[in-house]
């Protein structure tokens, strides 16, 4: 049982812990603290965000999380939110002990998201408060189901939500409409020829202009920023529907780079804590110990021993890498890995072979059901299989290829990169949420089991359009 | 650096202060909320889920029914008939690794099935089934015989000036005080603040009000060719025309009557466990019914409903006997229905106790029948009744 916490032992080392931090080079903007209640950490777990838009999918995630809390399946000790200030919430149920491992952690975590490009370029973008912006959200969208009703709001939110992964994230937050012309392709200047065909008398100038101006297609090329599109171009889209998608796709701008530098991330912090404890020599000797004791139940490898186990833990493996780094190259170069790298060019430069053996690391493969096969050790394909899950929050590629004369929508999916072909039935249902707000038929092409193209399409003839 | 940030207002809180998030889940709301969805998504399958249901049992007050969570679709691949991924711990290249048996195990406990999905049971009041089927399949409200049954019934009317403590009108009486008082005070007399005379008796009369008393009698042919299936349907029929019949009279008597080649009243526990042996006499049944009515429930004491379920064979010889039963009985009821309950599928009811039935609807819309072959089927034979019952009546 951990023992109660004592607020004050706790505030007391939070800004000698600071003082640490900054000795060692940790540079991050104010970070504030609060102690919440173990229901309301579950509930940041769930919606990603102290306040977020309600949604009946968030509900069932929540008595999900219940049930497997009530397994005692997993505790949470902390969720910190970058920004200037950043906030930090711990669990109440931490120990004291805990609580200074715990805040020595959320340094680290204020430390990567100041510095970090990802999060830098992110927070440039959507700014440094997304938990007041999506308390904002929430409030927006309260109020639209006072103006509009709830069951209008929740086809909204229906379709916005379950393309919340299908942004681009190289495009900015605010994006400009596509052009609607192609432009006309202005004569090299200095051009020797032109120069000589102009000198031949004014019949032979030019014309400026050789008709009217050509359409544009939209989209340009295949746009895989669903979201963006669907709001800049739905035919028949009412503004605050249009505010709804925007809303949820500026909070996927904030998730994607917690989502794209959790390994770097969570090894930062848990390489911060480990440090920054083994100097907070004003601990007393018993908390020590138990802060220790917590530290080595968070980062721990999933499996110990002659154990095997199918997975890994993101924590360790951060950790151990970031060890490995400053071992060998010292804290200047780690922290400017930190400020550029994303967990794609972490894995695939700093996780070495020897690393890797280091961490009994494994490759396995083999069919869905029955006996899997340990595969040989080849560092580049244990890269791909680690990172595999993590290109665009993971979610299948699909973009917007074409809309048709009578307002069709036609996406397509790219089932040569990710594989296979989409679950037909759970793409059917996404269409029909997207059909309600495109107001026209959707349709899209992904493949079957034998690469067989397949069709599918959906018409929101069935459902009222609320066109007033 | 003496940068120091840390938490000054919210860190400092005392554990007896409660926080917002104390008093508000918006997990639970969301939760709340998905629920209402499934909700709506089961009352849509309503008739096909109690139909089907074993709902009768136990006479409880509501239904349970088994859903699924609901899933917020989003893309995803199909599954592959591959898996891989990274692992750690003591493995060489070549070594073959079982599943942890763990995982499925936790599946299990979590209630899971092949989806991953957990299953829950949703409670419905059967009162609240009924008002949804009611509106959502557009069935009429049953309405008494006019001018038939009445029934005296107290009602209160005016005041006087003696009476039962109880009826003390307190209101009343301090006007008639203050009245008393204002007048008075115009001559100048001191008044006291109550006297007898101010106190005001609400006053009860007897007035006759059309009769809410109603009875439903169940025939049910219980011969050896009436099996397990046919009672079922039946049975569920029966529970959903009196749940019906409920909607609309205070109070219910409820008569079971069982036959073969003869008749006999049952208890309510003990009407679906008959079975008897030999065939089938309708006139038996309808005889019983008519001997009840007259023994006990007065046409114009009640409004009676007949609802006969049977397969429909009855014995050539008895047709003119039952035909004259069936005349009589109906010219009793506020509507007869018959519920043939038949192997097959079929358009109209073509039973010899079918054909009784069919007959007597031509010229009297107070009689009608209706063929189901299954549980399906039962919501379309209660809302021919009904439908019908409310014309006819």
């Known amino acids: ?468 | 650096m003496s940068d120091n940030a840390t938490g000054s207002d919210s860190g400092n809180r005392t554990p007896g202060e409660a926080g917002w998030y104390d008093l508000f889940s918006r997990g639970a709301r969301d939760w709340l909320r998905h629920n209402d969805k499934v909700r709506d998504a089961v009352r849509q399958h309503l008739p096909q889920i109690v139909a089907g249901a074993d709902v009768l049992t136990g006479g409880a007050s509501t239904v349970r029914v088994p859903v699924k969570m609901l899933e917020h679709y989003r893309f995803r691949l199909r599954n592959s008939n591959e898996q891989q991924g990274v692992g750690q711990g003591q493995a060489k290249p070549g070594d073959r690794i079982g599943r942890p048996q763990q995982d499925s195990e936790n599946q299990r406990g979590q209630g899971g099935n092949e989806d991953g999905g957990v299953q829950y049971t949703l409670e419905f009041r059967i009162d609240d089934i009924v008002d949804w089927l009611w509106e959502e399949m557009k069935l009429p409200n049953l309405e008494a015989k006019a001018g038939r049954a009445k029934e005296d019934d107290w009602t209160r009317e005016g005041w006087d000036r003696r009476g039962a403590r109880s009826r003390l009108d307190r209101r009343r009486s301090m006007k008639e005080s203050i009245k008393r008082r204002g007048v008075q005070a115009a001559t100048g007399v001191e008044s006291p603040s109550f006297t007898d005379d101010d106190l005001r008796y609400r006053q009860l009369a007897k007035r006759e009000q059309p009769a809410m008393q109603a009875v439903v009698i169940l025939l049910l042919d219980v011969s050896g060719s009436m099996g397990e299936r046919e009672r079922q349907i039946s049975k569920t029929f029966f529970f959903w025309a009196i749940q019906g019949l409920r909607r609309q009279y205070r109070h219910l008597e409820l008569v079971f009557v069982a036959h073969t080649s003869e008749a006999w009243e049952f208890e309510e526990d003990e009407f679906f466990k008959v079975t008897g042996t030999g065939g089938t006499v309708a006139s038996a049944g309808l005889k019983k019914v008519r001997q009840i009515i007259e023994e006990r429930y007065s046409p114009s004491q009640y409004n009676i409903y007949l609802f006969y379920a049977s397969d429909g064979e009855n014995f050539p010889s008895d047709q003119p006997q039952a035909q004259i039963a069936l005349e009589e009985v109906s010219g009793d009821c506020n509507y007869s229905g018959f519920l043939e309950v038949a192997p097959l599928a079929g358009s109209a009811p073509d039973s010899e106790i079918g054909r009784l039935f069919v007959d007597l609807a031509r010229d009297d819309d107070s009689v009608g029948a209706y063929r189901v072959s299954g549980t399906d089927d039962i919501w379309n034979a209660v809302r021919h009744f009904f439908t019908h019952a409310s014309q006819g009546s």
């Not at chain 1, 940041?44 to 977020?52: D, E, S, W």
């Not at chain 1, 493996?317 to 967990?343: H, N, T």
């Open chain 1, 1 to 468: 049982m951990p023992e109660p916490m004592h607020t004050e032992d706790w505030q007391s080392h939070i800004s000698r812990i600071e003082q640490l931090a900054r000795a060692q080079g940790l540079k991050y903007h104010p970070v504030e603290f609060e102690v919440v209640p173990e229901s309301f950490m579950t509930e940041i777990a769930i919606y990603g965000l102290p306040v977020r838009m309600p949604h009946w999918s968030f509900g069932v995630r929540y008595i999900y999380q219940l049930i497997q809390h009530r397994m005692g399946l997993s505790r949470l000790f902390e969720v910190v939110f970058p920004g200037n200030p950043g906030r930090a919430y711990l669990a109440k149920s931490n120990s004291a002990a805990e609580n200074v491992l715990v805040t020595a952690h959320v340094l680290g975590h204020a430390d990567f998201s100041a510095n970090n490009m990802l999060f830098r370029r992110s927070q440039d973008q959507v700014g440094e408060h997304i938990v007041e912006q999506a308390a904002a959200h929430a409030r927006q969208i309260a109020m639209a189901i006072e103006e509009h009703g709830l069951e209008r709001v929740e086809l909204v939110l229906d379709a916005a939500l379950s393309l919340e992964q299908h942004i681009d994230i190289d495009q900015g937050l605010r994006r400009p409409r596509y052009p609607e012309t192609i432009a006309e392709r202005s004569p090299p200047a200095n051009d020797e020829f032109a120069k000589r065909f102009a000198s031949l008398g004014p019949d032979t100038a030019r014309p400026t202009h050789s008709g009217p101006a050509k359409k544009a297609p939209i989209p340009p090329h295949p746009e895989s920023d669903l979201l963006w599109f669907i709001a800049q171009y739905a035919p028949e889209m009412e503004p605050w529907e249009r505010d709804i998608f925007l809303a949820v796709r500026e909070e996927s701008f904030y998730f994607y780079p917690v989502f794209a530098c959790q390994i770097m991330n969570e090894g930062w912090a848990s390489y911060w804590h480990a440090r920054l404890l083994r100097e907070a020599d004003f601990l007393p000797a018993a908390s020590y110990v138990d802060a220790i004791k917590c530290h080595s139940d968070v980062v721990r490898p999933t499996a110990t021993g002659d154990n095997v186990a199918l997975a890994t833990n993101p924590y360790h493996l951060g950790f151990s890498i970031w060890e490995k780094i400053v071992e060998s190259r010292g804290l200047e170069a780690a922290r400017r890995i930190m400020a550029e790298d994303d967990d794609f060019s972490f894995v695939r430069n700093h996780l070495t072979h020897e690393l890797a053996t280091e961490l009994k690391l494994f490759r396995f493969k083999g069919p869905a059901t029955g006996t899997l096969t340990v595969q040989d050790m080849d560092l580049p394909m244990l890269h791909e299989a680690l990172l595999h899950p993590k290109y665009g929050f993971g979610a299948p590629r699909v973009s917007a290829a074409h809309i048709h004369v009578d307002g069709k929508l036609e996406l397509v999916h790219d089932h040569v990169t990710d594989g296979r072909g989409l679950d037909p039935e759970r793409a059917r249902k996404v269409l029909e949420y997207v059909a309600k707000v495109w107001r026209r038929p959707v349709t899209m092409t992904t493949v079957d089991n034998d690469q067989r193209t397949v069709e599918i399409s959906v018409s929101p003839g069935l459902t009222p359009s609320f066109t007033r």
